[in-house]
């Protein structure tokens, strides 16, 4: 099954890079504001899935263009496919986006496959027997400090997602690591940290197409992958984040009063955390008491008692 996906993969990337060759010839158009589709996604989707049920007629598929309609609709094997992951990039000409294929059996991811046709870097996972990239097996890295580390993220970019709340969210990251990365393909985020290239990811408003393949090359890379709470069952909730185990555990401290799954004092501390504080107002409860820094000098008001004088040439 993995030889077969890797199959659809190579067809998928071959199709992308063609096309990457005359990029300005490719028809784009728009599913919503700031989310593209070409002809060259439907083109490698339709690669992808000819090859698979070709091999597996009685097997199902949930891809990102065309939903479920092809294959079996109550099968236990379901593959899941992004043809081409930042397809955003992609038309822009900038060389970071990847084909993104996952074996789910009775829920569980049990093969995949990122390729990344602009480097030819092939990354596969079988569960139980390890992840590899070229052939070559992969761990995540070993740094335990998330100060010390590369942290990958995506950025909102839809109508109606919550950027104030991800700035924050942003904002304590980057304050705890030593730099964050913004690719723009979140399945080649995943792989990236599999290989140990980047030590963590996060990211909200994913899909399951979108994190499937890179999670299970996580977790045989010797990561953990889960919500940011912390949950292994992330899949379809719209919420990742992955590093290897000590990082994954500073960074789900971090993110999980985010999380749309965290306990109502945590959001109520998130929330107050964004409320704009007026000048001189006192705190509200007693968290905010506790947690502002104590005898600080007060602010020295400059006043302006005179009229500014004209400098006059010559004159220091």
């Known amino acids: 099954m993995l030889n077969v996906a890797i199959k659809a993969a190579r067809a998928a990337g071959a199709i992308i890079n063609r096309a990457a060759l005359d990029i300005e010839s490719v028809r784009v158009s728009a599913k919503q504001t700031n989310d593209f589709v070409t002809e060259i996604d439907h083109a490698a989707e339709a690669a992808i899935i000819e090859t698979l049920l070709t091999a597996y007629p009685g097997h199902g598929i949930l891809a990102e263009e065309s939903g479920s309609e092809h294959g079996a609709k109550d099968s236990d094997f379901v593959w899941i496919i992004d043809p081409l992951d930042g397809t955003t990039n992609f038309i822009h000409g900038f060389p970071v986006y990847c084909v993104s294929i996952a074996l789910a059996v009775k829920g569980r991811i049990e093969q995949a496959v990122v390729y990344d046709p602009t480097r030819n870097d092939l990354f596969a996972a079988t569960r139980g027997r390890g992840a590899y990239m070229n052939d070559r ?180």
């Open 137 to 316: 097996r992969i761990r995540v890295a070993k740094r335990i400090r998330l100060a010390d580390c590369l942290i990958s993220t995506g950025f909102p970019y839809r109508p109606g997602d919550k950027l104030k709340t991800y700035l924050n969210m942003l904002g304590d990251i980057m304050s705890q690591c030593a730099g964050v990365r913004r690719p723009g393909a979140a399945a080649l985020d995943l792989a990236y940290v599999a290989a140990g290239f980047s030590d963590g990811f996060f990211e909200g408003n994913l899909k399951p197409w979108d994190v499937a393949a890179g999670s299970l090359l996580i977790s045989e890379a010797g990561g953990l992958v889960g919500n940011f709470t912390g949950e292994s069952d992330f899949l379809h909730q719209g919420e990742c984040v992955a590093g290897n185990p000590k990082i994954y555990g500073q960074m789900v401290t971090t993110l999980a009063p985010y999380s749309r799954f965290a306990g109502v004092a945590d959001k109520t501390r998130v929330r107050d955390a964004m409320l704009p504080v007026s000048a001189g107002a006192e705190p509200t409860d007693a968290s905010s008491t506790a947690e502002a820094p104590a005898e600080l000098p007060a602010p020295v008001k400059t006043t302006l008692k005179s009229k500014p004088r004209r400098i006059q040439p010559g004159k220091p």
